[in-house]
């Protein structure tokens, strides 16, 4: 089992920024990438950004050139480094992590609310 928590979410004005964290815990080495992604009210969860344990990176079209996805394999931890927040950017954004034996996300964090505000 792997255990997600994400820190960092908030209240920002438009064009502002953001760092998500996310912090793993239990069989971290079963893990070969994570994610973030995100749900806004009304609409399906989203891909926004994902990295492989070779820190191979894919982002969603809508982000391109404003988030950067990384990770710190020291302290188990992914970032979500979020620039020029938009309005359409809000939504509870989860932390994801994928098994090496699957070919999908599997475990996910609580979640946090990012508000960006016109």
């Known amino acids: 089992q792997v255990q997600l928590v994400e820190s960092g979410g908030g209240l920002v004005q438009a064009g502002g920024s953001l760092r998500l964290s996310c912090a793993a815990s239990g069989s971290i080495f079963s893990i070969n990438a994570m994610g973030w992604y995100r749900q806004a009210p009304g609409k399906q969860r989203e891909l926004v950004a994902t990295i492989t344990t070779g820190t191979r990176t894919n982002y969603a079209d809508s982000v391109k050139g404003r988030f950067t996805i990384s990770r710190d394999n020291a302290k188990n931890t992914v970032y979500l480094q979020m620039n020029s927040l938009k309005p359409e950017d809000t939504a509870v954004y989860y932390c994801?992590?994928?098994?090496?034996?699957?070919?999908?996300?599997?475990?996910w964090g609580q979640g946090t609310q990012v508000t960006v505000s016109s």
């Open positions: 994801a992590a994928k098994p090496r034996e699957r070919s999908g996300y599997e475990y």
